[in-house]
C-alpha cells in the first residue's frame, strides 16, 4: 500500500527504534530527562531562542503559544486558512479566550497591508490585537513556503505597534530544506515558533515550543495547567535528535517526489494542478467534479492500492514522505493514469 493521505502516518525506522531504546531517561516534570533536556537545547539553538519546551503536539504547541502572548478578550490575526483557524477545535477560544481574525491570503500568504488594515484602532468596543500568526509551510496551500521577505515587513509593522508574532512551523524544516534559508532567520521574527517532529521527520510524537526565556515560563506553565507535562519522555526525544541528525537533509527527497507527482498529474485529462507552485511534500490538485468527483478519485485510487484524502469538493491531497520512495510515486502516476483514462 502506498500512503500518501499524510505525512503523519510514517513510522520510525530501525536506527530510530534503537536510538529510542537506547535512550537515557528521568522524571520531565522534575527536569531530570537528560535526553529531553538535550534536545531542548539543540532546537533553541536551531532556532536562535533562549529555549525551547517538548510538547506532545502541533496543536498544543500552537495553543500554549497563544495562551502565553495573549489576554482574554484580545484578537489574533492569522490568514483564512492557517491551521490553528481551521483544524484546532476552537482551542484559543475555549482556553485562551482571544477571538480569531482571519485574512484571506494568496497560497496561505498574508501581506503588511492586509495585516496593517485588520489592527484594531484603541478603542474600547473593539479587541485589542494582540498576535499575528504566520503558518510556515502552508499546509492547505500546498506546503507553501512562506517567502522570508513578507515575514520580515510584518515584522517590522508588528514591532511598531507592538504586536506579538507566533509562527507555527510545524513543517518549518521543510520551508528551510526548500528555501536554502536557516531556520534562525525564519524565527527571529518570531515571539514563539513551533516545529513538528512527528511530520516529515518521521518521528512518533512530540512538538517543540521556542521563545525568550520569559515567554517559555508562561508556555511552560500552562503547559502543566492543561495536563502537558511527561515524565521518561527521552524516549521519543531521543527519536527526534535521531531524525535531526538523519532525516532532516533527505526532506529534499519528497520535495523532489512531489514535484515528479504534481508534473505527471498535470498531463492528466481532467486534473488541474500547476507543478510550479508545488514547493515542499503537498500537493493539492483539482478535478473536474462533473466527470469524477475527488471522493471517487480516492475510492479507485484505494482499489489501486494508494491512498489519499479527498480535500474539499474539488481537491485532492497527497502527501509524500520517509515511507514513499520514488519508486512508489511511479506506481501512483501509473494508478492515476488508469483512474483518469477511466474516468473518461
Not at 521518561?232 to 517526489?257: C, S
Request: net charge negative; aromatic share 4%.
Amino acid at each position: 500500500m502506498i500512503d500518501l493521505r499524510s505525512d503523519t502516518i510514517t513510522r520510525p525506522t530501525e536506527p530510530m527504534r534503537r536510538a529510542m531504546y537506547e535512550a537515557q531517561v528521568g522524571d520531565d516534570v522534575f527536569f531530570e530527562d537528560p535526553t529531553v533536556n538535550r534536545l531542548q537545547e539543540r532546537v533553541a539553538a536551531l532556532l536562535g531562542k533562549e529555549r525551547a519546551l517538548w510538547v506532545a503536539s502541533g496543536t498544543m504547541g500552537n495553543l500554549l503559544s497563544i495562551k502565553a502572548l495573549t489576554q482574554p478578550g484580545e484578537e489574533v490575526i492569522l490568514e483564512t486558512e492557517n491551521h490553528i483557524f481551521v483544524y484546532e477545535a476552537a482551542g484559543s477560544a475555549v482556553v485562551s479566550g482571544v477571538q480569531l481574525s482571519p485574512i484571506q491570503g494568496k497560497r496561505g500568504l498574508i501581506t503588511r497591508p492586509q495585516v496593517e488594515a485588520a489592527i484594531r484602532p484603541a478603542d474600547i468596543h473593539q479587541p485589542r490585537t494582540s498576535v499575528v500568526v504566520i503558518e510556515n509551510t502552508h499546509n492547505r496551500a500546498g506546503g507553501a513556503v512562506i517567502p522570508l521577505g513578507e515575514i520580515e515587513r510584518i515584522s517590522e509593522l508588528c514591532q511598531q505597534r507592538g504586536i506579538s508574532m507566533h509562527m507555527d512551523g510545524a513543517r518549518l524544516l521543510n520551508a528551510v530544506v526548500a528555501s536554502g534559508i536557516e531556520a534562525r532567520r525564519y524565527a527571529q521574527h518570531f515571539d514563539t515558533v513551533t516545529i513538528c517532529f512527528s511530520k516529515g521527520l518521521g518521528v512518533p510524537m512530540g512538538s517543540m515550543i521556542a521563545g525568550s526565556g520569559a515567554v517559555m515560563d508562561r508556555v511552560h506553565r500552562f503547559r502543566k495547567m492543561i495536563g502537558g507535562g511527561q515524565r521518561q519522555v527521552g524516549i521519543v526525544a531521543a527519536a527526534a535528535l535521531y531524525a535531526l541528525d538523519h532525516h532532516v537533509e533527505r526532506l529534499a527527497e519528497d520535495h523532489a517526489n512531489a514535484k515528479r507527482l504534481a508534473e505527471a498529474l498535470s498531463m492528466l485529462p481532467d486534473v488541474s494542478v500547476n507543478p510550479e507552485e508545488v514547493d515542499t511534500n503537498i500537493v493539492i490538485f483539482q478535478v473536474d467534479p462533473a466527470r469524477m468527483s475527488p471522493t471517487d478519485v480516492v475510492v479507485e485510487m484505494q482499489k489501486r492500492a494508494v491512498l489519499m484524502f479527498p480535500f474539499g469538493p474539488t481537491n485532492v491531497r497527497c502527501v509524500t514522505h520517509l515511507d514513499v520512495s520514488s519508486d512508489d510515486i511511479e506506481a501512483a502516476i501509473g494508478a492515476f493514469s488508469e483512474v483518469f483514462k477511466k474516468g473518461r
